[in-house]
């Protein structure tokens, strides 16, 4: 995939999350409804607290450290897709997967800078609440795995020198 393209729909699945969440902030953070009965609610509520990893073991990490956090990440997921797009042969799944990545680290930078926190709006009964960035990671992942599965031959012969070694120059 040409980078125009991974640009092109990186923006298109964040601006359709934050348009979700910006009509949910203005007209529906307080309804709360049944969707399927006994299985999923819509239910807005605003996670300002956290990661939710860390808000499983209530630790709460401030703003200004998830917002810090989110740009580490997405630059390490930009540099780590490059290292792997000039390794790799087969690089349709990779190209899926990280625009779902990148997408999903992008859409949680944005829900802390504009809404202080995430607004996770499906409630899958009674385990947990999420939202279309969580899903937008749960791609990533998926996909990722199907890259290394059909790239495992290169992937083992990565070494981490060689690692080192491209960022040492992309870096500089």
Excluded: H
Aim: proline letters at 2%; hydrophobic letters at 50%.
């Amino acid at each position: 995939m040409r980078i125009r393209l991974i640009i092109f729909l990186v923006i298109i699945l964040v601006a359709i999350e934050q348009i979700i969440k910006l009509i949910i902030c203005l007209n529906y953070q307080d309804i709360s409804l049944e969707i399927i009965p006994s299985l999923v609610d819509f239910k807005p509520t605003l996670n300002n607290k956290t990661f939710y990893w860390l808000g499983l073991m209530n630790i709460d990490f401030g703003r200004w450290l998830r917002l810090a956090t989110a740009i580490i990440i997405l630059i390490a997921l930009c540099l780590f897709y490059l290292y792997l797009k000039r390794t790799l042969q087969n690089k349709k799944w990779l190209d899926i997967s990280f625009v779902f990545g990148i997408a999903g680290v992008l859409c949680s930078l944005s829900d802390n800078i504009f809404f202080g926190g995430s607004w996770d709006y499906v409630y899958l009964k009674p385990l947990f609440i999420f939202d279309l960035k969580d899903i937008y990671m749960d791609c990533f992942s998926i996909f990722f795995l199907i890259c290394c599965y059909r790239n495992r031959t290169e992937i083992s012969n990565i070494k981490m020198k060689n690692i080192i070694s491209f960022l040492k120059n992309e870096l500089k």
